[in-house]
């Protein structure tokens, strides 16, 4: 194999598919990356695999002959991300050390070269593929981009990071015929973002539904912000146990999470006695303040809402530290009303709001409270209030 190509298309490319290399791989090969090299297209790919996440790239480079290699993924990296802008050339050999062990890659910059014991590609495991002529039951859909990182970005915070509750560390993703739904909980919250599918599917009747890995799709989100157009569709299989996402020149490949999914739907609340117009970066910002007195035994926010006054008051009181204590205004309609909250999950909440003001709805207070952007895309955050001593 002989190549040469830019080292800015190397170096970024690289940065994408590492994020599939597995800190801790089960078996060596899995700490290389496959570096695949076409004369016919000159096209290079390089493919990253954890055996259960999965991401490939490619880019233009001049090959000069075609050929395969599986290289350390971290010192391919580290070498690349250093090296001065300009072509390199990348050559691979029979061993150089004579003990007929394994392959030789060379990088050739504009100055000097790097070796890099390499491994035959052969010994990487191949990406999942769906072949949708064989598989039975495997769908193909197309999904506008913009839909994906809308919904991604309104509810991947909500994922749970216990393993133990395997089915919550994903996203469950709905397909409706002209609607794309995600939905997000850790048991303490929850956030349900719809998005319009411009790309209506007819082959959709009722609806399909999976859950996917938040790890595979906070990488799916990062890789198509970096896309140069977010006007293209996305290309979506699903086969049992299998999602494929692809696009232009990338693909990534995630195992689906096996239980049921919660029936979140049921969890928010039909009518409000209560509800409280606020402006969200006011609200977000006066939680920030007082979160300088938040730590992991004092992390509980208290809101009053005050119909009387139209003002909403927020305070934390951290014992043996300090405390703080701010009222900004509202437009309250209903009952006085004390309510408390873990300060993170409603932070996190704000965040991902897409509005400058929103609407809180709620009842009493330990039951569930409704957060919603006035205006922007649809989405729904739930927030579970905690109680407060005596």
Not at 164 to 188: P, R, S
Request: charged letters at 20%.
């Amino acid at each position: 194999m002989k190549l040469v190509c830019a080292q800015s298309d190397l170096n970024t490319n690289l940065s994408l598919v590492s994020r599939a290399v597995p800190s801790r791989p089960t078996h060596p090969v899995l700490a290389n990356v496959l570096l695949q090299a076409d004369a016919e297209t000159n096209q290079v790919s390089l493919t990253a695999f954890d055996l259960s996440l999965g991401i490939r790239t490619s880019f233009n480079a001049q090959v000069l002959q075609p050929g395969a290699l599986a290289i350390p993924a971290k010192l391919l990296n580290d070498i690349t991300s250093r090296l001065p802008e300009g072509d390199i050339t990348l050559d691979d050999e029979s061993d150089l050390t004579g003990d007929g062990e394994g392959l030789i890659l060379t990088l050739t910059p504009q100055s000097g070269s790097y070796q890099i014991r390499a491994m035959e590609a052969q010994e990487f495991p191949e990406l999942p593929a769906i072949n949708l002529e064989t598989a039975d039951g495997a769908s193909l859909h197309y999904l506008p981009a913009t839909a994906l990182i809308e919904g991604l970005r309104g509810c991947l915070f909500a994922t749970s990071a216990d393993e133990t509750k395997q089915v919550l560390t994903g996203v469950h993703l709905t397909l409706k015929a002209d609607t794309l739904e995600f939905a997000a909980t850790d048991g303490h919250r929850l956030a349900v973002v719809e998005t319009a599918n411009e790309n209506p599917d007819a082959d959709v009747d009722n609806q399909l539904e999976m859950t996917v890995p938040s790890k595979a799709l906070r990488e799916l989100e990062r890789m198509l912000a970096h896309k140069s157009s977010t006007d293209e569709s996305v290309t979506l299989f699903f086969d049992q146990g299998q999602v494929v996402f692809e696009w232009q020149n990338q693909r990534l490949t995630s195992r689906t999470l096996e239980g049921q999914y919660p029936a979140y739907r049921q969890l928010i609340p039909r009518q409000f006695e209560r509800e409280v117009t606020l402006e969200r970066k006011q609200l977000l910002n006066t939680l920030e303040r007082i979160a300088v007195f938040a730590d992991q035994k004092n992390n509980i926010v208290k809101i009053n809402i005050d119909s009387g006054t139209q003002k909403v008051t927020l305070s934390l009181e951290a014992q043996d530290v300090g405390s703080g204590k701010e009222s900004i205004p509202a437009q309250i309609s209903g009952d006085d009303i004390l309510i408390a909250f873990n300060i993170k999950y409603l932070m996190e909440g704000l965040k991902s709001l897409p509005s400058s003001d929103i609407l809180m709805q709620l009842n009493q207070p330990l039951t569930p409270v409704i957060f919603t952007p006035l205006g922007g895309i649809k989405m729904t955050y739930l927030a579970m209030p905690v109680q407060l001593r005596n």
